[in-house]
């Protein structure tokens, strides 16, 4: 078995690590026993032991164990069923005890007790519903439940990852019945280790798997499946949420089950009642919160205990509320005001209690002493400053606070003092740390490049000097509202900020850079305005350059506001619409005004472009640009690599005086589009010295052969496609720009190749779908003859035109590729109708393999295709002139090509076994006719070759079943 092969490389010591880790390894035939048929996605033997193990007095029979079974059947095949099925996972169900006359809790899982639970890990996972069969390649399994499918991939795939995630998607559309069931996902290829929930199929839920230590594979593959890590992620790291109606689910990135453990673990400690927990922006704090708090409440350890979720802003507030509400969390105490906050602390409330830090203000001293409150506060660089800690944490003194900030220390004093709270226990200030430049290296984030916006647009520099950069009170800001009065004081500021002629000149500018820029690779923009009357001012620009609904102003409303404010105002629901639209490709609105509100707190991954009117730094600067951080990718061409701002106001001329942070703790956060010219530049110098003279002074096919045959190195091809991406993404990013037209004709002949070889070397890949949105647009203008060009549809494509390439006027080379990617075109279009091709498009791809890595020459390749070609032509002509169905025929051909019968011979026996697939047509799907045919099959098949008999019909099946998939 060749390195780097699926089952040997990475299937085999997948299970044999998982073995090593606690797991019982199942072979295929001894699960299927187990499950009782491929329609049941359980050990059912297994389940049923388990349910009377775990629940002694509660399911205290065979009879009620099989109750239960029945009950997990019957959950729905979709998100909905997924979310049953879990909540069984946590004792969520119960089920009535007819000795106690009353209902009692269902226990699946025993997460207290790892050695309780029954570990399993089996292969090549068949399960069939009816209508379709799936093949899993991995399944892990707890108490006999699928709870986590793994896809594996060759390490040599190129596309493994991406590939593995069209099989789970494919198993959702095809077996949602097994995949109710299962919670989690698992995608690899050695190079990478991903996953994510099921359900849940977009690109940005599929996280990389980091252990604490970043290890070879065997180390990620024990860190991933250890049993006791496996059981707390399904009982505590997976969240569903349901928002306007609709049901999601997420699964903790590593960083944040981590740091939910540190916490958990800082709580228990009865020294120390400080912590705090950094995750840069972006990174799901708001999850890591919400989850540390349920953990809490939930485990009995903290007796009871009292949670208090603390945010400094009634939107934040608003947020958190509707998070929980959508969590499934039960009563939550919402503290409507200072009073109302004080007698649910003097009256010894338990539960969660969500209020906002002002309410704190003035609290008395000693208001609880009881020591099991735990006390999460949101933003906690500007939510505890001055007297409002003091206040809280005089009024609960006891309790164990727990900071949660999205941005790092600050240089000032006060920046300082304020993490000094939180940090003082812990030997570098922080319990827990996720850097920005982690966040990028994990794709939890993308990085961020900034523009300055042309001179004569930017903001005068003296009145920034004098009345922005120059007050004091604005160093390490964390408060946007401290920004906003400071700004109301600088009047000649503002005033140049919403001049008349100043904001159309901007509002022209943001049209067409949008138009040519953002709009084109269909992501969509921030316009933030200096004040609210600005992004109305700004909307009236805007609408003179760009259709209405393009744009929409998003602003807090004011009681007194003059009309020309009042128009923009938006209803609750009007807003929700607002921001629910925005977050959809393809929808307007396409550009948000805003000033305040959405800068933080609002998570909508398509937004690329923030084009900045407003002076802002420090905290509120990071929060602010965080917005366009977000990773995104969808099935139509958008792959988002980074974000971008434009400067109108000159805050980037200085970045470590508008970041006022250690250099280290905001390393890699934000970066000069100049600097990404340099690197186009440089990799296009690459390009103009390593690949672009592999087919210099050549034309056409010539040109074509010697690609190709540079290329046959797999190593040296993905070196190539490695460099390619970058060059493409920083493409995408840059054009359309003057400073590329130098480069434009190079650059489409590295596209050109880069299509070649995709096109030749892996034909499953559909090429052209793949490229970005710029990049495709040179695809469909500019490429001519030179690479292969997309076949006329494969049905077309039969015998006779395949010798006649043979005979082309061509290189050996090119002849080669040309026959292996119409061989493997015709396959897949016609497999499924005449299985009989199933062999020949093995064989071709053996025969690619064999060439690609120089165990045949071209010579020796071509004359191995033309000799499957006529094979190919000879079962045409046969299947003709027989009046056997698709299936029988195959038969025959089978019997013919890999067993060397004789031809009368092998047509005699397909025609005996015509009557078997008529009885049971449904063998594929169904398990039973399956048996049947078996059966049938056997004893036509045992007078010909009865010692291969089992083998034999192993194989037949397994030919017509990949042609069925």
């Known amino acids: 078995m060749g390195l780097g092969s699926e089952r040997g490389s990475v299937q085999n010591p997948f299970i044999r690590y998982a073995e090593e880790a606690g797991w019982t390894y199942l072979p295929r035939e001894e699960a299927l026993r187990l499950r009782g048929g491929e329609d049941s996605p359980f050990l059912r033997r297994v389940l049923v032991e388990q349910l009377q193990r775990l629940n002694p007095g509660v399911v205290d029979s065979v009879a009620k164990a099989e109750e239960v079974v029945a009950r997990l059947f019957g959950v729905r095949p979709n998100i909905e069923g997924n979310l049953e099925a879990w909540e069984y996972l946590k004792g969520l169900k119960t089920v009535f005890v007819e000795a106690e006359r009353r209902e009692r809790n269902l226990k699946l899982l025993d997460p207290e007790h790892p050695e309780k639970n029954a570990f399993h890990i089996t292969d090549e996972f068949e399960f069939s519903n009816g209508r379709f069969r799936i093949r899993a390649d991995v399944v892990l399994l ?33 077996a949602p019945e097994l995949m109710a069931h299962a919670q989690l996902h698992a995608l690899t290829h050695i190079v990478g280790f991903f996953y994510g929930p099921t359900w849940n199929l977009s690109r940005k839920a599929l996280f990389n798997w980091r252990d604490e230590q970043a290890g070879d594979y065997e180390t990620l593959v024990k860190g991933f499946v250890a049993p006791r890590r496996v059981l707390r992620v399904l009982s505590d790291y997976i969240l569903f949420v349901r928002k306007d109606g609709e049901l999601t689910k997420a699964v903790l990135r590593p960083h944040q089950m981590r740091a939910v453990d540190k916490v958990l673990a800082r709580a228990k400690d009865p020294e120390k009642r400080r912590g705090l927990v950094w995750h840069t922006q972006g990174s799901g704090k708001t999850f890591t919160m919400i989850t540390v708090a349920k953990k809490l409440l939930e485990d009995p350890r903290f007796q009871n205990p009292t949670v208090l979720m603390v945010v400094d802003r009634n939107e934040l507030q608003q947020q958190l509320f509707q998070n929980l509400e959508a969590m499934g969390f039960g009563h939550v105490h919402l503290a409507l005001s200072k009073r109302h906050l004080r007698e649910l602390l003097q009256n010894d409330t338990r539960g969660l209690i969500v209020t906002m830090i002002h309410k704190f203000d003035d609290a008395d001293a000693d208001l609880n002493l009881r020591e099991n409150i735990y006390v999460l506060i949101d933003e906690a660089h500007r939510s ?146 200096v004040d609210r009357e600005a992004c109305c001012l700004y909307k009236e620009a805007l609408d003179r350059h760009l259709p209405p609904e393009v744009s929409q102003v998003v602003i807090s409303p004011g009681h007194n506001d003059p009309p020309a404010v009042k128009r923009y105002h938006l209803s609750e629901e009007q807003e929700a619409a607002v921001r629910k639209a925005f977050r959809k490709p393809d929808e307007n609105p396409q550009i948000l005004i805003v000033t305040e509100k959405l800068l933080t707190g609002y998570d909508a991954p398509i937004l690329y472009a923030m084009y900045l009117d407003k002076p802002m730094r420090d905290h509120v600067l990071l929060q602010a640009i965080a917005r366009v951080n977000r990773p995104y990718e969808d099935q139509e061409g958008r792959r988002k690599t980074s974000g971008l701002i434009v400067d109108f106001v000159g805050i980037f001329d200085n970045l470590e005086r508008a970041l006022a942070f250690d250099s280290q703790d905001v390393e890699g956060v934000v970066e000069d589009l100049e600097v990404l010219k340099g690197r186009f530049a440089d990799l296009m110098a690459r390009g103009r010295r390593e690949f672009l003279p592999v087919s210099a002074g050549k034309e056409g096919d010539k040109a074509v052969e010697a690609v190709l045959e540079h290329f046959r190195d797999k190593k040296r ?102 026959l292996l990617r119409e061989l493997h075109r015709l396959v897949e279009a016609k497999g499924r109708e005449a299985p009989h091709l199933i062999p020949i498009g093995e064989r071709a791809e053996a025969l690619r393999r064999a060439f690609e890595e120089r165990q045949l020459s071209s010579q020796q390749a071509l004359a191995e295709l033309e000799g499957l070609v006529r094979q190919l032509k000879e079962a045409e002509e046969e299947r003709r002139r027989t009046r056997l169905s698709r299936e029988a025929f195959a038969v025959a051909w089978w019997l013919r090509v890999q067993k060397g019968w004789p031809p009368e011979e092998a047509l005699d026996l397909a025609a005996r076994v015509e009557d078997s697939f008529r009885s049971f047509p449904h063998w594929a799907t169904s398990s039973a006719q399956e048996r049947e045919l078996r059966r049938e099959l056997y004893k036509v098949l045992a007078k010909a070759s009865p010692k291969e008999v089992v083998a034999w019909v192993n194989e037949l099946l397994s030919l017509l079943r990949r042609a069925a998939e």
Do not use: C
């Open 142 to 174: 707890v108490n006999g439940l699928p709870v986590i499918v793994v896809e594996t991939k060759a390490a040599t795939r190129e596309e493994g990852i991406a590939e593995a995630l069209d099989q789970i998607r494919r198993y959702h559309e095809e």
């Open 384 to 529: 505890t400053g001055g007297d409002l800690g003091n206040y809280l944490m005089g009024a609960l003194p006891n309790a164990t606070f727990i900071g949660f900030t999205g941005t790092p220390i600050d240089k000032t004093a006060h920046g300082k003092g304020t993490f000094k709270t939180f940090g003082a226990e812990d030997p570098k200030g922080y319990l827990d740390k996720y850097a920005i430049k982690d966040s990028i290296q994990d794709g939890t984030t993308v990085p961020l490049h900034y523009q300055m916006a042309p001179n004569h647009l930017q903001v005068d520099r003296e009145a920034m000097e004098r009345e922005f950069w120059q007050v004091a009170e604005l160093e390490g800001v964390a408060d946007i509202e401290e920004i906003n009065r400071v700004l109301d004081r600088a009047v000649t500021l503002k005033n140049m900020l919403k001049s008349k002629d100043r904001v159309e000149a901007v509002a022209r500018f943001v049209a067409q850079h949008f138009q040519a820029y953002v709009q084109p690779m269909g992501y969509k923009a921030f316009l933030v305005a």
């Open 717 to 818: 091809r993905e070196g190539f496609y490695a460099y390619f991406r970058e060059l493409e993404e920083v493409y995408e990013i840059l054009s359309p720009d003057p400073f590329l037209r130098p480069f434009l004709e190079d650059y489409q002949r590295l596209v050109e190749m880069y299509r070649l070889l995709r096109s030749a070397y892996e034909p499953h890949v559909p090429v052209d779908r793949s490229f970005l949105r710029k990049t495709a647009e040179i695809v469909q203008k500019h490429t001519h003859g030179r690479p292969p060009q997309e076949p006329k549809d494969t049905y077309e494509i039969g015998p006779e035109a395949l010798l006649a390439l043979t005979q082309a006027e061509k290189p050996d080379t090119v002849k080669v590729f040309n």
